[in-house]
């Protein structure tokens, strides 16, 4: 399938399940950091929420432990399994052909910066992006439309002029936030979970 670029400037891609298959990855290490605080985070609720900020995982499980540790034990985990990660053909494919019809391109992921620039890094996609928007800088994780709306500012372009492209339902919901059109994903990739 081709992407109807008509009538947007820029592309806004979510990273986690939407450019990558990551997910089981993300679940792994973030099972694997919960474990060390004695928790154990169940697969199937983990599904149920993909798009979920750490945080807000946190929150929902009632847990109290340190999301500082927590986020870095993660993070070391994904970037040790790096060049294991797969992107997706076919959404590459759509950023490819925006680029060619020059629209401006970004990444605005809920995802940490560390992560996700090494993730761009180990899968050869840094030459398609304009720019990279991560939790870091936005105050609100999706649903919320932060990452987006920083994500169109630093391409200047308006949020209406922008199409985003996710794979979970608070990215949707994030993306018609921000007044921007939004494609759902999961119809056309297929993912190792």
Not at 32 to 47: C, F, I, N, P, Q
Not at 87 to 112: D, P
Not at 115 to 144: N, Q, S, W, Y
């Amino acid at each position: 399938m081709d992407l109807d670029l008509d009538g947007y400037e820029a592309l806004i891609m979510d990273w986690d399940g939407t450019l990558v298959d990551s997910q089981p990855l993300n679940y792994r290490s973030l099972a694997g950091a919960l474990k060390t605080h004695s928790v154990d985070l169940r697969e199937d609720w983990y599904r149920e929420r993909l798009g979920t900020s750490v945080d807000g995982l946190l929150e929902e499980l009632g847990v109290a432990v340190p999301l500082a540790d927590v986020l870095d034990r993660c993070g070391e985990m994904i970037i040790q399994e790096l060049p294991s990660l797969r992107a997706f053909e076919t959404v590459v494919g759509w950023v490819e052909s925006a680029r060619a019809r020059g629209l401006a391109c970004a990444v605005a992921s809920g995802g940490g910066g560390v992560v996700v620039r090494a993730g761009i890094a180990a899968t050869g996609l840094a030459h398609l992006f304009d720019t990279v928007v991560t939790r870091e800088d936005a105050d609100r994780g999706k649903p919320a439309p932060d990452l987006f709306l920083e994500a169109a500012r630093r391409l200047q372009v308006a949020p209406q002029r922008c199409l985003v492209v996710e794979d979970a339902e608070e990215g949707l919901a994030a993306a018609r936030a921000a007044g921007m059109h939004a494609v759902d994903v999961r119809p056309y990739v297929t993912s190792g979970w």
